[in-house]
Each structure stands twice: as C-alpha cells, then as structure tokens.
C-alpha cells in the first residue's frame, strides 16, 4: 500500500469514529470543517499530489475522491441519525392532546336497583318512610298475623324455602307490614324494598329470587282511591305520562277488596296484538302485571293493636323485576340476573 493510500486509510477511519460519537449537528459541522475544509486535512493531502511523480497523480487524486465521497456519506447518515433520534425524544417527552383518549370502564347502578330507588324516591317525596325487613322469618309473620291461618289454601300461593326452626326465606315483603305496625302506632306510611323468594320453576317470566317493594298506609279516613291515585303517580313516574294502570279484582288474605295491578304494555302500548301479530312482552293482553293491592284487612289492623273502626288503610307488593320488564322493554326477566355487562350498562 503506498504512503498516501495508509494515510487516507487511517484518516478515514478517524474520521468514521468521530462522525459516529457526535452528539449533535454543530459536531458534524466542525468535523466538515476540520476534514474537508479549506484548510482541512484531506485537502492538505490534495496538496501533496502535485509533490507526486507525474504517472501517480491520477490514481492518487482518484483515492482521495473516493475517500471524500465515503466521509460526505457518513456525514449525511449520522445528521440523518440525529435528526430522528430528535424526533423521538420529542415525541416521548410531550403530550398530544388531540389523541383520543381512552374510555374510562364505568360501573352502573344495577337496573333493578334503580326502580327500587326511583320507586322509594317517589313515596319518600309523599312522605313515606323506607324500611326495612328480615329474609328469613317466622310463620307467624309471613302468614298468621296476614290472616292466612295454618290449613288456608293460599299458602300454596307462597310456595316456599323453609329453613330450620320454623323459619322460612319470606315469599314477599308483606311481614314488614306486620312488623312495622307492631312497632309504632297509626298513622303509618311506609314503603319497604326486599328481596323474596319462591319455590318456582325459572323462566322468562319466573325467579325464584327476586325483589318486592311493599308500600302501606294506615290512618283514618283512607280508602281505595288514595291507593289508585298513589299507583297511577307512581306508574306515571316510572313510565311516563301516558301510562295507565288498571285494578282487576283479586284475592289476597290480609287485604279486602284485592285488586292484581296492571299497566299498559309499554311494547304495544296495550294494543296486544298489533297488526295482527301477538305481542311478545304482554303475550297480547296488552297489559303487563305488577303485584296485587287491596285495603288492609280488619284482622290483619286487628292484630296489630290498630282499631278497625277507627282506621283504615292500602297496601300494595309489586314485583321489582316486573316493573323492569316493561320499563326496559326486556323479554326474559332472566337477563336481571346473568351479569351480562353489555344489558347492564345499556340500562345505566
Ligand atoms: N304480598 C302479595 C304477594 O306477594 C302482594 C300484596 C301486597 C297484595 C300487599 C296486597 C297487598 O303476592
């Protein structure tokens, strides 16, 4: 190799390791200046050519050539290096406000949950108070102290879980009634929310657990149609405006007159059968069914130490989840109870 060749050789690797190391575009700039400028060291080279016999100049001026054009590239690649690595620490150290962000994962309150909220809301409003009961309970409050002595067939209506020591899972929110009255002297006027339970097959219109709200008012004076205007409020409330609600007479042991409480069908709005097809929440009656209601009866009033002669009341036991079917529009009372997150949070 000759003497130039060696130098150019050492001088570009010099060169290479320097353009690598440095840290920004000033660096790169002095080491164009310090290599390839007007006093820089590859041109002091170019300057020994004319030293160089005649026959050598060529090959040696092609060398340099060659050499320079490998430098300018290795300067253009580690400016280009810089510039990206730039780019990124840019990105990573600030903020872009125009990206989406992220959905926050909310919880909801669970629907049955809100019609037994909105429900007591509305009777907390008339000045009712909330209370609450035990799940499991005694006979004597489930159904004696209801005027549903031990061999009266509408226990069969109560199909139910017993437990030990007489005790069973409440098949309905009416033992609050009892015990509520037992508690405080008239006038009364509660509103109870519970879970019940009952011995029933599951199906799209069946759980055998499933949620009540009892409400009861006792006082003198009180008759059938401060009941009907109390549901109709609360129907109205719940459904809106144009709902109506209807009162077909029915059985109950502890009230009398009874009545099974239905409103319109908020599918069909109590058309039934549309355009000739059945409809599928009502199964065509057009109406959908509550819960029963009926004046309190004189043996249950009785009972408690509260004088039949002298004071009257209403009660009434809705189905929670029932109220759910037709204000969500849902066809299985089922899906209350799945846990499935996409019904639940549709609901909210
Ligand atoms: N307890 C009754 C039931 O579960 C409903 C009801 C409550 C009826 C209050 C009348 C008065 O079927």
Not at 90 to 100: G, H, K, N
Request: hydrophobic share 40%; glycine share 8%.
């Amino acid at each position: 190799m000759t003497d130039l060749a060696e130098s150019l050789e050492r001088l570009r690797q010099r060169f290479s390791a320097q353009a690598e190391a440095a840290i920004d575009e000033r660096e790169l700039d002095s080491l164009r200046v310090r290599y390839l400028g007007r006093q820089g060291e590859v041109t002091q080279l170019r300057r020994g050519i004319g030293t160089l016999p005649p026959d050598q100049r060529r090959d040696a001026g092609k060398a340099i050539n060659d050499v320079v054009a490998v430098m300018e590239g290795r300067l253009a690649a580690a400016s280009a290096a810089l510039q990206a690595r730039s780019f990124e620490t840019e990105l990573a150290s600030s903020i872009d406000v125009t990206f989406p962000a992220r959905k926050a994962r909310l919880g909801s309150v669970h629907p049955v949950r809100q019609i037994i909220e909105r429900t007591c809301d509305y009777f907390m409003r008339h000045g009712f108070a909330v209370v609450l009961g035990p799940e499991a309970e005694p006979e004597y409050y489930n159904f004696d102290a209801l005027n549903i002595p031990a061999d009266h067939p509408a226990r069969e209506n109560f199909d139910s879980f017993w437990l030990s020591d007489g005790l069973l899972l409440r098949p309905h929110t009416s033992p609050i009634q009892v015990r509520t009255m037992q508690r405080y002297p008239p006038p009364v006027a509660i509103v109870a929310p519970g879970k019940c339970y009952r011995r029933d097959a599951t199906d799209a219109r069946h759980l055998f657990q499933f949620h009540q709200v009892e409400g009861l008012l006792v006082a003198e004076g009180i008759h059938f149609g401060h009941l009907k205007g109390m549901l109709e409020g609360l129907c109205r409330e719940l459904f809106g405006r144009r709902q109506k609600v209807r009162f077909r007479p029915s059985y109950f042991p502890f009230t009398e007159p009874s009545a099974e409480v239905d409103t319109t069908c908020p599918k069909c709005s109590g058309a039934g059968a549309p355009q000739g097809t059945r409809c599928g929440m009502c199964g065509g009656s057009g109406w959908i069914e509550l819960g029963g209601a009926g004046m309190v009866h004189p043996n249950v009033l009785r009972e408690v130490q509260y004088d039949p002669e002298t004071y009257s009341g209403w009660a009434f036991g809705f189905g929670a989840e029932r109220l759910g079917l037709a204000l969500y529009d849902v066809d299985d009372i089922r899906r209350f109870v799945t846990s499935d997150p996409d019904f639940l949070v549709a609901l909210s």
